[in-house]
């Protein structure tokens, strides 16, 4: 059975497909134009009540919320592909750990700098100086634990690739875009991080190859689309602008 995920090209539908081609399962994308309200429409409601993004449908089996699918399809072919969860129960902690680090921790602060540097002036609205300040120095006191950590371990959860590395590359993919990337280049063990999780042949098939959903943001739109960083949700929010 093929996995159908709906989804438009925004980070947290990439961390899905991510996960999906890490894991070798055959996978299928359903475009959902946020921008022309598709994800309000009673078709898609009957599969995500809230009109986030993304949903997958394996069969007749529906899960919303990226993390949670990524832990899903993690778990369900654990011996298929890369293993994403580690091999001991303590492996295991690690990545659950750093995994909830980066939902509460890592993705407030790097959201807000991308909906203030990136989103706002797509859509013709006013940034937040103080907001992207603030945010700014939030990431680096983050980032600076990050150098202390990966100093000792390849990556987050020990030296094995997983599911903490991987929720981490779709928002860090704007660094460059927001021209923040010198956060990561000045720290050394963060820079080394970065050059190995996002030149992953997974991660370049998401952008390369046909996984990708594609869309470009207008000058001027009737929508925004965010992710709720107060939250652990990890589905996109779509709200009228005023």
């Not at 399809?73 to 654990?78: C, D, F, M, V, W």
Request: glycine share 4%; charged share 25%; with cysteine.
């Amino acid at each position: 059975m093929v996995v159908k995920v709906y989804g438009s090209d925004y980070a947290n539908p990439q961390r899905v497909i991510m996960c999906l081609i890490e894991k070798e399962i055959e996978f299928e994308t359903v475009f959902v134009d946020v921008l022309k309200g598709e994800n309000k429409q009673p078709e898609y409601l009957k599969l995500q009540p809230f009109g986030c993004l993304p949903t997958v449908q394996d069969g007749d089996y529906t899960l919303y919320e990226s993390r949670a699918i990524c832990r899903y399809y993690a778990e369900k072919y654990k011996n298929q592909g890369t293993n994403l969860l580690g091999e001991t129960i303590e492996e295991r902690g690690l990545v659950e750990q750093w995994h909830e680090v980066e939902s509460h921790v890592y993705n407030p602060p790097i959201y807000n700098l991308v909906m203030n540097i990136v989103v706002s002036p797509l859509l013709g609205l006013p940034s937040d100086p103080k907001v992207i300040e603030e945010s700014e120095d939030k990431l680096g006191k983050v980032l600076d634990i990050y150098e202390e950590r990966l100093s000792k371990a390849k990556y987050l959860a020990g030296d094995f690739f997983s599911l903490a590395d991987l929720s981490h590359l779709p928002f860090t993919h704007y660094m460059s875009q927001m021209k923040k990337e010198y956060m990561i280049i000045e720290r050394e063990h963060v820079s080394a991080w970065w050059d190995d999780i996002s030149n992953r042949p997974a991660w370049q098939k998401v952008f390369h190859e046909k996984y990708q959903l594609a869309i470009t943001l207008p000058n001027a739109s009737t929508f925004v689309v965010g992710e709720r960083p107060e939250t652990e949700a990890s589905c996109h929010d779509v709200r009228e602008i005023t």
